[in-house]
Nanobody
Framework: QVQLVESGGGLVQAGESLRLSCAAS????????IGWYRQAPGKQRELVAT???????NYADSVQGRFTISRDNAKNTVYLQMNSLKPEDTAVYYC?????????????WGQGTQVTVSS
């Protein structure tokens, strides 16, 4: 089993930045990649960014150039640096862990952290 705990959400104004953290514990060796999803009220959950255990990254078009995903293997933590935030980035952000040979979303979820961007 893998446990994921997010932190770092909050209320900011448009144009400001936030950094989310996802701390992993348990059988982390079974995870091939970590992703950040978000879900806004009334909308489907959206895959925002992913990072593999060798550091390969991918981003949704909506956040490309503004968000950066990174990892600190020594701390078993993945970060999502969010710059130039927009009101449409408002959502609950979830960390997701994907085992090997499994497509997104993976089976491990964090509890979510709220990000609210005011205009």
């Amino acid at each position: 089993q893998v446990q994921l705990v997010e932190s770092g959400g909050g209320l900011v104004q448009a144009g400001e930045s936030l950094r989310l953290s996802c701390a992993a514990s348990g059988s982390t060796g079974s995870i091939s990649a970590i992703g950040w999803y978000r879900q806004a009220p009334g909308k489907q959950r959206e895959l925002v960014a992913t990072i593999s255990n060798v550091g390969s990254t991918n981003y949704a078009d909506s956040v490309q150039g503004r968000f950066t995903i990174s990892r600190d293997n020594a701390k078993n933590t993945v970060y999502l640096q969010m710059n130039s935030l927009k009101p449409e980035d408002t959502a609950v952000y979830y960390c997701n862990g994907k085992p090997y040979a499994i497509s997104w979303p993976g089976r491990y979820w964090g509890q979510g952290t709220q990000v609210t961007v005011s205009s």
